[in-house]
């Protein structure tokens, strides 16, 4: 009679040389997360008593009633033109106090936009001005 055995002439059972002898267990499957319900932004993750994937919804930030001082400051500047220097500090305080509005949650973003594009614009157009005088 043989004897039956498998792992190239080992017997069965009995690891090969070179292998572990821990038997190697299922990976569990992994979790896909769908998409977000209704294109909400949030993110999913693990709720911790039922072991289940739960979306979790980000509310957005409402803008703090209280506007960007530096952006009021830039569209003034903007505004005044003062020979041309106040088309720079408009178009420098405006990019400024834009990225400071988007950096706090502060208002005036669209402020300090306004106060960015004149002041740009009044620099573009202060030969033209200066010519006519």
């Not at 999913?44 to 409402?62: E, G, K, L």
């Not at 009021?72 to 400024?96: E, H, K, P, R």
Request: charged share 5%; with cysteine; hydrophobic share 45%.
């Amino acid at each position: 009679m043989t004897q039956i055995s498998d792992n190239q002439g080992q017997q069965a059972g009995v690891p090969a040389q070179g292998q572990n002898s821990v038997p190697q267990q299922p990976m569990p499957p992994q979790f896909v997360a769908p998409p977000a319900p209704n294109g909400m932004p949030g993110y999913w993750q693990w709720h911790p008593n039922t072991s289940a994937p739960v979306f979790v919804v980000q509310q957005p930030q409402a803008p703090s009633g209280v506007t960007s001082g530096t952006a009021i400051f830039a569209l003034l500047m903007s505004l005044l033109w003062l020979g041309g220097i106040g088309s720079v500090l408009g178009l420098i305080f405006g990019i400024i106090g834009a990225r400071e509005c988007d950096r706090t949650g502060q208002a005036g973003h669209g402020v300090a936009t306004a106060a960015a594009l004149l002041g740009f614009f009044g620099l573009l157009f202060s030969p033209v001005l200066y010519a006519s005088f």
